[in-house]
């Protein structure tokens, strides 16, 4: 049976994997999951979290096929990302075949773990996270438990501008929404990503940063795009923007078959530790996307 088939058959609300509750439905996806005690729905992003040990669990929805992510989640890989694969297995998952990833990663002066549970089609691919740090390895089966309660439903309602909690105006412009992943909504002029035509990525922090310069850390998370580790910035000057404060940044870049491209960044900091972030990517008639980006970021607001 197709794996759409399948899923569109799961009842949310029945008991999965010896675990008693009630399916919660993850904002901007086609998820429902049985948390953990103590997890509550996360704003920042699509998911649950513990604000006592810092543990969260994330859906991700990823258009690209099952086999594809597997075959590129290699120790190799994860190691150049920070990450120590401790484990993979294969296990049965609702009479499919996922994946279950074990990595350890240290991250803002701590160590973390986690659990990863992929699955998917030909066509996309489910990864939902479980994050805790080391020091709270009892959550561990807890949080295995939650990840394998995972109910995906085709019919569930996964409106991506319900789930972020900000707004921008896209009217007047050629970019359209294609895709909400981890709290971030994802635009292109031809509705396609990946693609070679212009796109633009608004989004927020899942965590909270530690940051004192935030000029130097806008700076270097424009470095920490993919292939922007030799973009050239012309442009970074403070911005105010829904009260929030922060740098607008304009990059030149090549890409990797030496095209050349620009980068445009707006990075908005609170006092909490968190930010907003705004990225347009375009390879194309530098002027008038540059001004599309610009008008988008400005028209930002919180809900």
């Given at each position: 049976?197709?794996?759409?088939?399948?899923?569109?058959?799961?009842?949310i609300?029945?008991?999965?994997?010896?675990?008693?509750?009630?399916?919660?439905?993850?904002?901007g996806?086609?998820?429902?999951?049985?948390?953990?005690?103590?997890?509550?729905?996360?704003?920042?992003?699509?998911?649950?979290?513990?604000?006592?040990?810092?543990?969260?669990?994330?859906?991700?929805?990823?258009?690209?096929?099952?086999?594809?992510?597997?075959?590129?989640?290699?120790?190799?890989?994860?190691?150049?990302r920070?990450?120590?694969?401790?484990?993979?297995?294969?296990?049965?998952?609702?009479h499919?075949?996922?994946?279950?990833?074990?990595?350890?990663?240290?991250?803002?002066?701590?160590?973390?773990?986690?659990?990863?549970?992929?699955?998917?089609d030909e066509?996309?691919?489910?990864?939902?996270?479980?994050?805790?740090?080391?020091?709270?390895?009892?959550?561990?089966?807890?949080?295995?438990?939650?990840?394998?309660?995972?109910?995906y439903?085709?019919?569930?309602?996964?409106?991506?501008?319900?789930?972020?909690?900000?707004?921008?105006?896209?009217?007047?412009?050629?970019?359209?929404?294609?895709?909400?992943?981890?709290?971030?909504?994802?635009?292109?002029v031809?509705?396609?990503?990946?693609?070679?035509?212009?796109?633009?990525?608004?989004?927020?922090?899942?965590?909270?940063?530690?940051?004192?310069?935030?000029?130097?850390?806008?700076?270097?998370?424009?470095?920490?795009?993919?292939?922007g580790?030799?973009?050239?910035?012309?442009?970074?000057?403070?911005?105010t923007?829904?009260?929030?404060?922060?740098?607008?940044?304009?990059?030149?870049?090549?890409?990797?078959?030496?095209k050349?491209?620009?980068?445009?960044?707006?990075?908005?900091?609170?006092?909490?530790g968190?930010?907003?972030?705004?990225?347009?990517?375009?390879?194309?008639?530098?002027?008038?996307?540059?001004?599309?980006?610009?008008?988008?970021?400005?028209?930002?607001?919180?809900?």
């Open positions: 049976m197709k794996f759409r088939l399948l899923f569109a058959c799961l009842f609300g029945q008991i999965v994997s010896g675990q008693a509750g009630t399916h919660i439905k993850v904002s996806t086609k998820c429902s999951i049985i948390p953990p005690d103590g997890f509550k729905a996360a704003s920042a992003f699509s998911g649950f979290q513990d604000t006592v040990t810092g543990a969260s669990i994330l859906v991700n929805e990823i258009p690209a096929p099952y086999q594809s992510i597997i075959d590129g989640f290699t120790a190799d890989v994860f190691k150049a920070g990450m120590a694969l401790i484990s993979k297995q294969t296990v049965d998952f609702h499919l075949i996922a994946t279950l990833f074990h990595v350890r990663q240290p991250a803002n002066g701590m160590v973390y773990i986690k659990q990863m549970l992929v699955f998917g066509k996309q691919t489910i990864l939902v996270n479980g994050i805790y740090p080391e020091a709270s390895k009892s959550l561990e089966a807890k949080i295995k438990e939650a990840l394998l309660s995972t109910v439903t085709v019919s569930q309602d996964n409106n991506p501008l319900e789930a972020v909690t900000f707004t921008v105006d896209v009217e007047r412009t050629d970019l359209k929404l294609v895709k909400y992943l981890s709290g971030s909504l994802l635009y292109s031809d509705g396609q990503v990946p693609t070679g035509k212009p796109t633009l990525i608004v989004g927020n922090s899942i965590a909270k940063v530690p940051f004192q310069d935030q000029k130097k850390y806008a700076e270097e998370r424009l470095k920490k795009l993919p292939g580790e030799n973009s050239i910035i012309k442009h970074a000057n403070e911005i923007i829904d009260h929030l404060k922060g740098y607008e940044i304009i990059a030149d870049n090549k890409t990797k078959d030496n050349s491209e620009v980068i445009y960044q707006v990075m908005l900091f609170n006092n909490n968190d930010y907003y972030i705004i990225v347009g990517q375009t390879k194309e008639d530098f002027s008038k996307y540059i001004a599309t980006f610009r008008r988008v970021a400005r028209s930002f607001k919180r809900k």
